[in-house]
């Protein structure tokens, strides 16, 4: 019996997650530093989801432009940029996309999965998804 309600709760809290929104502003963290970097918005248009740099956090740093990225964004403000550019649901993940790392101006292929309702794990890869960087985005509740 407590097999089957142990299972019946992870199932439902499994469930609870997935079903959460990860439309919002979230707090992006430095993983050299471990500072605070920006304040990514991700928002959704005809059922996918992008996501644009609405705020840059370090001081000195507001304006900054993109002077490592090519094409279109080449020397273009960080703020405002679309960084990630249509990701699909699949199950409890987002993938089928691209993420703009400003600072290098590379794109990585990407995946979004909530942890939590606070918190995004966001992968960025080359080829395979083992082989990449992930970070954690914290939401903005205010």
Not at 6 to 33: N, P, R
Not at 106 to 127: D, F, H, I, Q, S
Request: a positive charge; aromatic letters at 8%; one cysteine or more.
């Amino acid at each position: 019996m407590r097999k089957h309600t142990s299972l019946i709760i992870i199932l439902l809290f499994s469930f609870a997650v997935s079903a959460q929104s990860i439309v919002g502003k979230w707090k992006t963290i430095d993983d050299e530093t471990g500072k605070e970097k920006s304040i990514v918005e991700i928002y959704q248009v005809d059922g996918k989801i992008y996501a644009k740099i609405d705020q840059l956090l370090t001081k000195g740093e507001e304006n900054k432009v993109c002077d490592n990225c090519k094409g279109d964004n080449k020397n273009k403000p960080i703020k405002g940029m679309v960084i990630i550019d249509g990701l699909t649901k699949d199950g409890a993940e987002w993938n089928g996309a691209k993420i703009l790392d400003p600072k290098t101006g590379k794109e990585y292929k990407c995946y979004l999965a909530l942890e939590n309702p606070e918190k995004l794990k966001v992968r960025g890869y080359l080829g395979f998804a083992l082989l990449g960087r992930t970070q954690y985005w914290h939401k903005v509740t205010n």
